[in-house]
């Protein structure tokens, strides 16, 4: 049921009474400069309040929750608005400062949509579930998905008291989103995931502590590529709702300085107050003011710091397409002359992409491609359905070399050495590697691994690297002259995605001339120094990676395969692929 309501300061007073003494336990009192903004003035046009409930979430079952969509006077429908989201309600005084900024000028035409986190009832009186952690601190994508999927939708199904139709800019530079307490790091971790939808962030007295992983924002921020997003922090020295969960202060100090040494467009308010709102909504005005300036002028990704992006990056280089219907290729192998082959799980085909850029068909095969590997002479070998070793010339004419197998997957070595990762039928067992020379023989050189799922070869050779699926390990070995494997080591741990459910998620690997392993993972690519480390995270616009190799003519392209497409994009590092020469990389020490 629509209810059409004038919010002034008594109300709102009422509500953020209501609101903060269920998030705060230090309150200050103190007191910061005050900002015309904050209060109603005559002849400035008031917006629209509109209040409405949710209670029909697939992402949340069972939950419901108030929201309130804040309409200025001066949006028309013709021009679809500027967005902002704020968790927890209507906070800072965001309605009156609106008002005024926008009949000012100092921000866009911009709708407010302020969500409460969900609660599951039993009834109209007695809550069975409080859903506020569980939505805001977790650091997935549900949130985002609730969000873009449900929450907004149903927004632009409503209209005003007037019957004008509520339409919401798609841009991510249009967006903005808020919160305080929970409500900061689900704001954050919104743009952080999904910087496509949204660009300019407001963080108060934020969680970055160990309540869901959030005190793991600082290392995340400093490996990854830096993303367009605009960041305003605010906290205060007495912020310590729970220390039991870390100091809150020092995370969001940790923060800023993480965004900036990043490259981020950062800026902060550290006060003297408590867990409360009392300085974010004094500074508010001044907030939106900073996120919203030079609109509509693009927010843009920054330089970082991060020394190891800065080697095998190319500047102005990002990532671009060349095959757009691509939602279901499963795997990349690059062959000798850097073309790139790809198969199609739901066609049964092997396509090849050029140094040039054209996509062709290769070759049909029976089953599904769950691996690809090129030889040094430019064959390519493909486990079939899991089940067979195919091997194709370069006109495409297949010969089976292997059958009756339970693989994953496959790896050829400059010597012409096939390793496999896979089942052995007698014991049910997914943890085995085998190893398959030239003349066919099968042996078995390790088992007892956590499923494994990808295979690399250092850039000397001298190393094989095996990704587990349910680790966060890749495991290394040192190669042997007749191609048995030796000193089993843990090597490289991985950072994991946060909506994994324990699943890694590495299908693929590939190393660099630098001797770095490049890991596709649900976080994007992971780069990890000779030395086991992850230095470096480059997200793709699709989200999680499931097939990586280097390719074209100078093998300077990472290629991936991402979000229904393959992507590709030049670096300043080359390739080595496992069918080439040894390449011996000038060693980083111990350090």
Known sequence: MLMTKRLGSLVLSLFLLHLYPCMAQDISNASYPFDPASQQHPGVPKGEVLQFTFDHSSIYPGTRRKYWIYVPAQYKPEQPACLFVCMDGIQFNATTVFDNLIHDKEMPVTIGVFIESGVVMKDDTTVLRYNRSNEFDDMSDRFDRFLLDELLPDVESRKTSDGRPIRLSGKANDRAIAGASSGAICAFTA??????????????????????????????????????????????????????????????????????????????????????????????????????????????????????LKKILVPGETWTSVATDARAATCLAAAPGGDIFFSDSLHHEIYKISSGGKTNLFAPINGRGVSLACDPDGALYVLDDGKEMVRYDVKGKGAVLQKKLQASSLLV???????????????????????????????????????????????????????????????????????????????????????????????????????????????????????????????????????????????????????????????????????????????????
């Open 191 to 308: 743009a952080w995931l999904r910087p496509d939808a949204f660009s300019r962030v407001f963080s108060a007295i934020g969680t970055y502590v160990g309540m869901r992983g959030g005190d793991a924002y600082p290392v995340l921020i400093r490996k990854t590529e830096p993303k367009p997003i605009r960041i305003f922090l605010q906290d205060g020295a007495k912020d310590s709702w729970n220390p039991l969960f870390g100091n809150w202060y020092l995370n969001n100090q940790s923060m800023e300085a993480a965004l900036s040494f990043a490259g981020y467009e950062v800026n902060h308010a550290w006060g003297q107050g408590g867990h409360d709102g009392v300085q974010a909504t004094a500074i508010f005005p001044d907030v939106m003011r900073w996120l919203w300036k030079g609109w509509p002028s693009p927010v843009k990704a920054g330089l970082s710091g991060n020394d190891f």
């Open 413 to 591: 070595s400059g010597n012409h050495n096939v390793y496999i990762t896979g089942r052995d039928q007698r014991y049910n067992d997914d943890g085995r590697l085998w190893l398959i020379r030239r003349d066919g023989t099968k042996t078995l050189v390790d088992e007892n691994l956590d499923h494994p799922e990808a295979l690399a070869l250092s850039s000397d050779q001298s190393a094989l690297f095996v990704a587990e699926k349910y680790s966060h390990w890749i495991e290394s070995y040192i190669v042997q002259p007749d191609g048995t494997l030796r000193f089993r080591q843990r090597w490289c741990w991985l950072h994991a995605p946060e909506n994994s459910s324990g699943e890694m998620g590495t299908l693929s690997m590939c190393v660099d001339d630098q001797g770095n392993l490049y890991v596709a993972t649900g976080m994007g690519i992971q780069v990890c120094d000779q030395n086991g480390r992850v230095r470096a995270i480059l997200p793709l616009p699709g989200g999680p990676v499931s097939g990586l190799c280097f390719g074209g003519e100078h093998f300077d392209t990472l290629f991936a395969i991402c979000g229904g497409q393959i992507f590709r994009r030049r670096l300043n590092v080359h390739g080595v692929p496992a069918w080439g020469r040894p390449v011996h990389p000038a060693s980083i020490g111990a350090g």
